[in-house]
């Protein structure tokens, strides 16, 4: 393992392609396993950095990693397990990983003082689990080489790994390497460890390696499951696709549903947590986790919000600024809640981005992003070409208009470099004072970092708004604030 930690370390950087031409020149290095490790650890890099920061892990399969949970997320179900079951110093608390793949949420729920027990039905990646958990320190964990199937498949499931339904090696695929476990079912496997809770990532990609959706398509079946897991914990954690329907899940899964995490971490929603509760017989609650900040609510609250639109354009200039929910909230759908609950204003109904007054911009920074408005301009061959000469490189963000981002700024960078028009005292909408732009600033000047080139972190919004005087698409020029979180 000194040869192969070495050889990593020293190759990490080479193409791994060439390697595996290579591999006669290393008769002693396991290549495949070299060029997979080596790629995989490029993936982790800033996914999981402390398993980066050490060589002496190994990683059968590059899917596995491109697959697992990032430390943020896994943290993140750690605190939600931890929760859910009343964790304390007095009590020993157990959670089931019944498909645990690389290990990195089997690590954040040790961390989080849980006893763990590791399932893990491809024997290649149990094995490579079991090594590296091991390695990085961490003791109190059950390691189990199983393939998870209903009570009524046990029967009919041989004992080389392959069962006639409900189990991963039925069309489907996890990792693309190894060889099944034994065959068991839910009882079988936590008959004497007995947890509080049990965590479930079913396999989102069938044996050709498309991606699937539907609950009952990914493996293992938790339609088919729940029911016999539910016996044998009071709650049921099951990691679910980013791309599937919320409210699709939470029909199809009942009224044990109790309730729902949006996941999103660096600007992208992650993944879904689908909390299930033998005892819950009520509402689902909805979380929405924007960089470790939820926001909560319930079916009922998102469906009875009232929210408030923009009547005319002296309430945006009167605002300010703008604030675009991040990815959890949008994936959430609820687009009404945050105008009632944070005292914000629509653009338009289907534009679902906001106007705010300095006071609360701060707060709004936990769950998206907060833009000052520099300019308004109108969505015309006019604007575009004035907005364009003027900031041909900044971000741009399309809404609820007639053409896409990528449109937008291949608009707007068209017309880069012609010369520059200023508006006229006949424009329609024009730009922001500076008299106006100074009383816009936040209270607390302490609570953001402004960039030191504003140009360096212009953002463009084009949007529907439908209270514009004369064209109902806007241009709003906006620089980002930076915020520091406390």
């Known amino acids: 393992m000194t040869n192969f930690r070495e050889f990593i370390l020293e190759h990490e950087n080479d193409d791994t392609a060439r390697l595996l031409l290579s591999k006669d020149r290393w008769p002693d290095i ?79 729920f040790r961390k989080a003082g849980f006893e763990v027990l590791y399932n893990e039905m491809d024997s290649a990646l149990y094995r490579a689990a079991r090594h590296n958990l091991t390695a990085l320190g961490h003791d109190g964990i059950t390691f189990c080489n199983h393939e998870l199937v209903p009570e009524r498949d046990i029967d009919k499931a041989g004992h080389d790994g392959e069962t006639s339904s409900g189990g991963r090696s039925a ?23 007995c947890p509080d809770i049990i965590f479930l990532d079913p396999a989102r990609r069938a044996a050709d390696g498309k991606k699937v959706f539907l ?21 049921l954690m099951v990691k679910l696709s980013p791309m599937a329907d919320i409210g699709m899940v939470c029909s199809r899964l009942g009224c044990s549903c109790r309730e729902m995490h949006i996941i999103a971490t660096k600007g992208e929603c992650r993944e879904l947590l689908a909390v299930l509760d033998r005892d819950w017989n009520g509402e689902t609650t909805f979380c929405a986790w924007e960089s470790g900040s939820p926001f909560i609510f319930t079916g009922r609250q998102k469906d009875e919000a009232v929210p408030s639109y923009m009547h005319d354009m002296s309430e945006i200039h009167e605002a300010g600024y703008l604030f675009e929910p991040g990815k959890a909230l949008m994936k959430s759908g609820a687009f009404d809640l945050i105008c009632s609950r944070f005292g914000l204003v629509k653009l338009a109904k289907s534009t ?10 701060t707060g709004l920074s936990r769950y998206g992003k907060v833009f000052r408005i520099k300019e308004i301009l109108p969505l015309n061959n006019a604007g575009i070409r004035q907005a364009g000469n003027t900031w041909p490189q900044a971000d741009v963000t399309a809404r609820n208009i007639p053409m896409t981002s990528e449109n937008l700024k291949a608009k707007l960078q068209k017309t880069g470099g012609t010369k520059s028009r200023k508006p006229s005292k006949t424009d329609p909408i ?4 500076p008299t106006m732009s100074s009383a816009m600033e936040p209270a607390s000047t302490n609570a953001f970092s402004s960039p030191a080139d504003a140009r360096q972190d212009i953002h463009i919004f084009g949007l529907r708004c439908e209270s514009a005087p004369s064209s109902e698409n806007l241009l709003i020029i906006t620089s980002r604030l930076q915020f520091i979180q406390t």
């Open 30 to 108: 396991d290549m495949p396993l070299a060029a997979n490790t080596i790629e995989s650890r490029r993936r982790l890099r800033t996914k999981v950095p402390s398993w980066h920061s050490c060589p002496d892990l190994v990683y059968p399969n590059r899917i596995s990693a491109e697959q697992c949970s990032s430390s943020e997320t896994a943290e993140v179900k750690a605190e939600i397990a931890l929760r859910l079951v009343g964790g304390n110093a007095e009590k020993t608390i157990r959670i089931a990983d019944l498909t645990g793949g690389l290990g990195v949420d089997t690590e954040a």
């Open 171 to 193: 069309g489907h695929d996890r990792s693309g390497a190894g060889q099944s476990g034994t065959p068991v079912t839910a009882g079988m496997m936590l008959r004497d460890f």
């Open 215 to 235: 609950l009952e398509d990914c493996r293992p079946d938790i339609l088919d499951l729940k029911d016999e897991l539910l016996s044998c914990a009071r709650f």
């Open 352 to 361: 679902h981005i906001y106007i705010t007054p300095a006071e609360k911009a």
């Open 430 to 433: 024009r730009p922001l004072s």
